[in-house]
């Protein structure tokens, strides 16, 4: 199967002859472009190659851009020498070398450039290929056609098949009759006519006659190209072109959908992004929180720490208070602290009268009171006997009233012989046992000493009275 890309499927019914031919060869005389049109470029795709005469620059250079592997003469076929003004009509497949023609495409309205284009003969063209077959020959000049045939000369060459446009440029006005009886004189014989060129066979190859006849067909299988322009695809042109403007519309709808998406996405993402930009805030305002937590817990727990050291510390101060509660309590409630009630309301009555007076008289007063009281209580033997015994049951507190009535009121002679029951005490034992020579002077000279030796001498005497 092949793709048809020529005008008026040229190219199908030169297929449907010359499809046994493998990598054959060709000359397009008026080869124009080198896809729009073409009747070679099924055959090229095909892998054949061949040769493109064409005088119009643009399009010479687009077949050189498109086929470098292919010969392209940029010149006009004539049976002239020299060079030859061509009249271009650009973006059209009217340019040609008759003035006639040209002056009639310029009436119609056509745009129109003239230039100077080499010549070159058919004879020459075709020698210069003789080693090789020929297999198709193309000849499509624009009113042209007499002119090429006839430069044909010599030239022995003969290609299988031969293709010449055979109607007036924009007509179907047929003008073979001026150039079919040179092509017959050379060997060709006509087989097809398609209503715009004729097809002729050269006597050498008679074969081929017989695969021209029908249009082209289901049977040629071939496919339209994209860029054909042929009239037969109009129809399907026109549903193409509405569904081109539905996949536009679509397409224009696919790009709106797309940008709304990007819009969408970009919203999305500076939402995201102020979210995100949140969620960190809270983090570090939950990590600072978290962190005062920690150090304010530290600190409960050092409290409560601290706390139960204190408890602990209270609870060691109540037991203890405790303890002196009760050892107050049995303080209270001892004999010597009932005995001792007078002295202390006393003490308190003289602390209330003497206020007001100096430490030093307030010592003297107290003193003289004491005195006084002592001297009461000495005057009365049987009171005297009973607190004396009552207070020996707590020596520090005898000893005290001792030292201070041996100090304050021995040395009076009133009382020397009833203090306490002992005379002379007022007199230190060192004194009075000076003589004895078998005590040591250092307890002789003690006061302590002095004291326990007078206990001890009172308690003999009580002995002996006994």
């Known amino acids: ?12 019914i030169l297929w449907r002859a010359l499809k046994s031919v493998e990598r054959g060869f060709y000359i397009d ?60 009509f650009p973006g059209t497949g009217l340019s040609t070398g008759d003035p006639a023609i040209a002056k009639q ?59 010449v446009e055979s109607t007036l440029p924009l007509s179907t006005e047929k003008s073979h009759d001026e150039w079919q009886p040179h092509l017959e004189g050379l060997g060709y014989e006509f087989v097809y006519f398609d209503g715009l060129n004729r097809f002729y066979v050269s006597e050498e190859h008679p074969e081929l006659k017989d695969s021209f006849g029908p249009g082209p067909n289901h049977f040629d299988q071939f496919v339209f190209s994209a860029s054909s322009k042929s009239d037969m695809l109009a129809p399907m042109r026109q549903e193409l072109a509405v569904k081109q403007a539905s996949v536009e519309e679509r397409d224009a709808e696919i790009s709106r959908l797309h940008q709304h998406i990007a819009n969408a996405d970009a919203t999305a993402t500076k939402q995201l992004a102020d979210k995100q930009a949140a969620i960190e805030e809270r983090d570090t305002e939950i990590s600072r929180l ?33 303890t002196l509660q009760k050892k107050v309590e049995e303080i209270y409630q001892s004999r010597s602290w009932k005995l001792m009630g007078p002295y202390r309301r006393t003490g308190r009555v003289l602390k209330r009268v003497i206020a007001g007076v100096s430490l ?107």
Request: hydrophobic letters at 40%.
């Open 290 to 322: 978290v962190s005062n937590a920690l150090e304010t817990s530290g600190t409960i727990s050092n409290l409560i720490r601290d706390l139960s050291a204190e408890k602990l510390r209270t609870h060691e101060w109540w037991l203890k208070s405790e």
């Open 29 to 88: 005389i008026g080869a124009q472009d080198p896809v729009e049109d073409s009747v070679s470029l099924s055959f090229y795709e095909q892998g054949w190659r061949g040769v493109h005469v064409e005088p119009t620059a643009t399009y010479a250079a687009k077949i050189r851009d498109a086929r470098p592997d292919e010969e392209v003469i940029e010149a006009a076929i004539s049976t002239d020498i020299g060079f030859l003004t061509f009249h271009e």
């Open 1 to 12: 199967m092949i793709t048809s890309y020529a005008q008026n499927f040229e190219d199908v």
């Open 360 to 466: 030093r008289s307030l010592k003297s007063e107290r003193d003289s009171l004491a005195i006084f009281a002592i001297r009461f209580v000495m005057q009365r033997p049987g009171l005297k006997a009973f607190l004396s015994e009552q207070l020996r049951r707590y020596p520090p507190l005898f000893n005290r009233f001792r030292d201070f009535t041996i100090a304050k009121i021995v040395s009076d002679n009133r009382f020397r012989n009833t203090f306490f029951g002992f005379p002379n005490s007022s007199i230190s034992y060192s004194r009075r046992s000076r003589t004895d020579r078998d005590i040591d002077a250092r307890i002789l000279e003690s006061s302590d000493a002095n004291r326990i030796l007078l206990d001890l001498e009172q308690s003999l005497k009580g002995r002996r009275e006994i």
């Open 105 to 163: 495409h310029v009436e119609a309205g056509f745009k129109m450039n003239e230039r100077l284009v080499p010549l070159v003969s058919l004879q020459n063209l075709l020698d210069r290929h003789a080693e090789r077959e020929v297999h198709w020959l193309k000849i499509d000049v624009e009113g042209m056609e007499s002119a090429v045939i006839e430069s044909w000369g010599a030239s022995a060459v003969r290609p299988w098949i031969v293709v």
